[in-house]
Nanobody, 126 residues
Framework: QVQLVESGGGLVQAGGSLRLSCAAS????????MGWFRQAPGKEREFVAR????????YYADSVQGRFTISRDNAKNTLYLQMNSLKPEDTAVYYC???????????????????WGQGTQVTVSS
């Protein structure tokens, strides 16, 4: 069992930055990939970015490519999402998630992730 706890959300003006964190416990030995998803009011949950835990290989949604950076600290069992040049359309609840097995592809599909955090709200004002 893996527990994920997000933090770092908040209110920011357009063009600003935020860094989200996701602490995994008790350990990450079973994790293959970790990702960030987001869900805006009235919309479906959408993929944002993912990272292969062992190698650090990353992949991003087109909508955040060049603005967001996903990273991890293996020693701290923590996942990060650095969000720069934020836009009002980035407003959503952001979730971190963990996948525990290899399935190929880019892990854009939420069904591949077994564990989920509770979410943290990010609001970008115009």
């Amino acid at each position: 069992q893996v527990q994920l706890v997000e933090s770092g959300g908040g209110l920011v003006q357009a063009g600003g930055s935020l860094r989200l964190s996701c602490a995994a416990s008790p350990r990450t030995a079973s994790i293959y990939v970790m990702g960030w998803f987001r869900q805006a009011p009235g919309k479906e949950r959408e993929f944002v970015a993912r990272i292969t835990w062992s190698t650090g290989t990353t992949y991003y949604a087109d909508s955040v490519q060049g603005r967001f950076t996903i990273s991890r600290d293996n020693a701290k069992n923590t996942l990060y999402l650095q969000m720069n040049s934020l836009k009002p359309e980035d407003t959503a609840v952001y979730y971190c998630a963990a996948a525990t097995y290899y399935s190929g592809g880019n892990y854009r599909n939420a069904v591949l992730y077994k564990y989920w955090g509770q979410g943290t709200q990010v609001t970008v004002s115009s």
